[in-house]
T-cell receptor, first 112, second 112 residues
Framework: NAGVTQTPKFQVLKTGQSMTLQCAQD?????MYWYRQDPGMGLRLIYY???????DKGEVPNGYNVSRLNKREFSLRLESAAPSQTSVYFC???????????FGPGTRLTVL | AQRVTQPEKLLSVFKGAPVELKCNYS??????LFWYVQYSRQRLQLLLR??SRESIKGFTADLNKGETSFHLKKPFAQEEDSAMYYC??????????????FGQGTILTVHP
């Protein structure tokens, strides 16, 4: 039972490149989330998916897109990476929106 | 919009000393408040929530609606308490239903 897994763990991109961060959970959770963690800013919600088939914007959605591929998987895509997107990205899942969120190990992304 | 403020970016105490991590919030409705912890090289995890009114690893937190605070306390700090602590608020209803808003985080260091 791995919980929430994220790939890759580290990534370096050049400005303008695109990439997709992958997230999967094996807890049969309905809700999934993407956050970014920046020094002095805490964690900020980028997008979330309340249930399979739905996605909604969070606090800082600009520059990102998401796909809820199925109940297990929720991916985050950067179409044209910018240095301002250098951050640590966390995926989380919960049984429902009102339930405890379980976090993945994070992806450290650097955009040069 | 809701906001969570953790005024201390860094907090250092000696082993056996009391510790208090401050958290203040602004929210017009009835919030749900949480403390999350991230130990070195581990995932972010839920430490406690105000509705449970429980003590986890010796930590307690009381919601003070009059002062809009949810400070985390422990009477005798241990070295293994060294970690990053985040206070978070969840809105009970409205358009931000279910979403967590995190504070900036406090790095607690407990010296031997």
């Amino acid at each position: 039972n791995a919980g929430v897994t994220q790939t890759p763990k580290f990534q370096v991109l050049k400005t303008g490149q695109s990439m997709t961060l992958q997230c999967a959970q094996d807890m049969n959770h309905n809700s999934m989330y993407w956050y970014r963690q920046d020094p002095g800013m805490g964690l900020r919600l980028i997008y979330y998916s309340a249930s399979e088939g739905t996605t909604d914007k969070g606090e800082v959605p600009n520059g990102y897109n998401v796909s809820r591929l199925n109940k297990r998987e929720f991916s985050l895509r950067l179409e044209s990476a910018a240095p301002s997107q250098t951050s640590v990205y966390f995926c989380a899942s919960s049984a429902g929106l009102r339930d405890t969120q379980y976090f993945g190990p994070g992806t450290r992304l650097t955009v040069l | 919009a809701q906001r969570v403020t953790q005024p201390e970016k860094l907090l250092s105490v000696f082993k056996g000393a009391p510790v208090e991590l401050k958290c203040n919030y602004s929210y017009s409705g009835s919030p749900e408040l949480f403390w999350y912890v991230q130990y070195s090289r581990q995932r972010l995890q839920l430490l406690l929530r105000h509705i449970s009114r429980e003590s986890i690893k010796g930590f307690t937190a009381d919601l003070n609606k009059g002062e809009t605070s949810f400070h985390l306390k422990k009477p005798f700090a241990q070295e293994e308490d060294s970690a990053m602590y985040y206070c978070a608020l969840r809105q009970a209803g409205g358009t931000s239903y279910g979403k967590l808003t995190f504070g900036q985080g406090t790095i607690l260091t407990v010296h031997p």
